[in-house]
């Protein structure tokens, strides 16, 4: 047992201990480098509120019109709205009647339902729905692909090359679970159109399932602050923001200056903001307009997503970083936000502190008794960061040591994610659409069936199948084993964390064990799959 003692010891100071180093100062690097853009950023929204620079001020804004949408229709832009969506039985109907509900003139604007469902039943429904709008006067078109080529940035591109979009000036985009007030164009369109060398113009998110669960309650308060600090300072300062995605309002000459929609990665959205800004436009974002929307609240649904957000802008700045660096229509001052703030602090700095950081080297310290962590970069610098980012939701401050916990938590996925969209392997264009749930969890108990039924107005072709149990694809009952919910890297990682905990209680005593036991039971709980709602 000696021998293996000292043999340990040498080979822990030789090779362990300077690799720790390395990575521990690294990662302490980053942290400070995090801190001061949260700062920074901070410092423009209290400078922003302050000196009350509402868009309105910045930028020239006048009523179309009068806002009275009776009244001389010619004054209003043609507006495309396009709605792409992939069997979303839950939500399609929201979305679609919200659109109709625009408060501007019908012959202004073109609605189009970009419809990439692959389940036989809800394209019927979707179309219908289309279709009961069109009998009331709107013009709205249901559009369909062969296939599902680009997904989301496909079903767009192919919805901006039919004929009757060359009479349209702008396009908004609404996720199938958005739903915009009725003043949504009335309150967007001027920026574009009294300011010709703005672009897009970007609405915030309002989340209606917020109050859900817990996880829910931890999504909106890091997305709050994205909103309220992040696309207001970008907006405020070197007018630039990654387009959501949804809930925004395009120049449509803008979107074809720039490439129009491109499939290379999973963050379209994004990929279009940065080329467009690089194109010299300018992006304006309201912050008062606010779009209804839903947050994942299955656990599944929420990973899927972030692999998403975290791969893709990794796998952009991959393919774009010598083209941000050689654009000629941009200062070098822009160049080096969108570089530095939007892409490596905000994309890949803080993934990597997250995980590597709190969820490795902080545990393993306890094992290494010939390194010492600062106490300023355990405790001071994180909960500095911690307070920062909590003041976007400030009604949430008692979940903060929940939300830490699970940030963390998710910190594995993201890391994993970054890596591979930088390494362009594996996952690297996977798209699941997020599951979204609707009024699912209201309404658990009515008869599918006949709601299927009712609302296809009694469609034989249709309801038959349902009612045979024939259509295997929508009515077969999910694997719902409790195996099924099970989390490998989470529990491995909650193992490990637990480990360390333990190891510093009996043998060390450094009192990290606080700390290390809550952060292995969020990852432990995490891996037993008892994390946000659990749909049958």
């Known amino acids: 047992m000696r021998l293996f003692d000292l043999t340990w010891r040498a080979v822990r100071v030789k090779a362990v201990v300077p690799v720790f180093d390395i990575t521990m100062w690294v990662c302490l690097l980053m942290s400070v480098m995090i801190l001061v853009e949260k700062l920074m950023v901070g410092g423009v929204i209290l400078l922003v509120k302050l000196l009350g620079l509402r868009p309105e001020k910045s930028y020239k804004w006048e009523t179309i019109s009068g806002g009275d949408v009776k009244i001389d229709h010619s004054a209003y832009p043609m507006v495309l709205v396009q709605i792409p969506m992939y069997n979303e039985k839950e939500v399609y109907k929201l979305s679609i009647g919200a659109v109709c509900g625009l408060a501007w003139p019908s ?3 073109i609605i189009q339902v970009l419809d990439d469902s692959t389940d036989p039943v809800v394209k019927k429904l979707v179309e219908s729905e289309v279709t009961r709008w069109s009998r009331k006067g709107m013009n709205i078109k249901y ?60 609405a915030r998110w309002k989340f209606v399932n917020a109050n859900e669960c817990l996880m829910t309650r931890i999504q909106e308060m890091s997305l709050d602050y994205h909103f309220k600090v992040e696309q207001e300072a970008g907006s405020s300062t070197f007018s630039f923001f990654g387009f959501n995605g949804t809930a925004g309002v395009w120049r449509i000459v803008a979107l074809n200056e720039a490439g129009g929609w491109k499939d290379r990665t999973t963050v379209e959205d994004m990929d279009l903001a940065v080329r467009a800004s690089l194109g010299g436009w ?9 779009v209804k929307s839903e947050l994942p609240s299955t656990f599944k649904a929420y990973r899927f997503q972030q692999h998403r957000w975290s791969c ?13 660096v050689k654009a000629r229509k941009v200062s070098i001052l822009k160049k080096f936000y969108v570089i530095y703030n939007f892409f490596f602090v905000g994309k890949t700095a803080a993934h990597t502190v997250t995980f590597i950081f709190y969820c490795v080297l902080i545990p393993a310290s306890v094992w290494i008794p010939e390194v010492e962590i600062p106490q300023w970069g355990v405790v001071y610098v994180p909960l500095a960061i911690t307070l920062c980012k909590v003041v976007g939701t ?23 994610a970054a890596i591979i969209g930088l390494l362009e392997v594996g996952r690297v264009n996977e798209w699941i659409v997020t599951e979204k749930l609707g009024d699912t969890l209201k309404s658990r108990t009515e008869n599918t069936v006949e709601e299927v039924r009712i609302n296809i107005s009694g469609d034989a072709d249709i309801a038959k199948p349902l009612i045979d149990g024939s259509a295997k694809e929508v009515t077969k009952k999910p694997q719902n084993g409790w195996w099924s919910r099970l989390n490998f890297w989470e529990l491995c990682v909650g193992f490990f964390i637990m480990c360390c905990g333990l190891y510093d209680v009996l043998y060390v005593k450094k009192g990290y064990y606080v700390y290390l036991f809550l952060q292995s039971t969020a990852f432990l709980v995490a891996g037993v799959g008892y994390v946000g709602t659990f749909v049958a």
């Not at 062969?146 to 000036?169: I, P, S, T």
């Not at 915009?180 to 113009?201: K, Q």
Request: proline share 5%; charged share 25%; aromatic share 12%.
């Open 282 to 290: 300018k992006f304006v974002y309201v912050g008062d307009v606010m």
């Open 143 to 202: 559009e369909v692909r062969n296939n599902r080529k680009g997904y989301k940035a496909g079903a767009l591109r192919e919805g901006m090359k039919h004929q009757y979009v060359q009479r349209c000036d702008y396009v908004t985009i609404f996720d199938a679970d958005f739903q915009p007030e009725p003043d949504f164009l009335l309150r967007m369109i001027p920026f574009l159109v009294y300011n010709s060398d703005v672009a897009l113009v970007q």
């Open 394 to 416: 400030p009604s949430s401050i008692h979940l903060i040591v929940f939300w830490i916990l699970f940030e963390n938590v998710m910190s594995l996925h993201r890391i994993k």
């Open 107 to 109: 012959d202004r604007m």
């Open 312 to 324: 893709g802008p990794a796998n952009l700045f991959k393919k774009m970083a010598m083209e941000i």
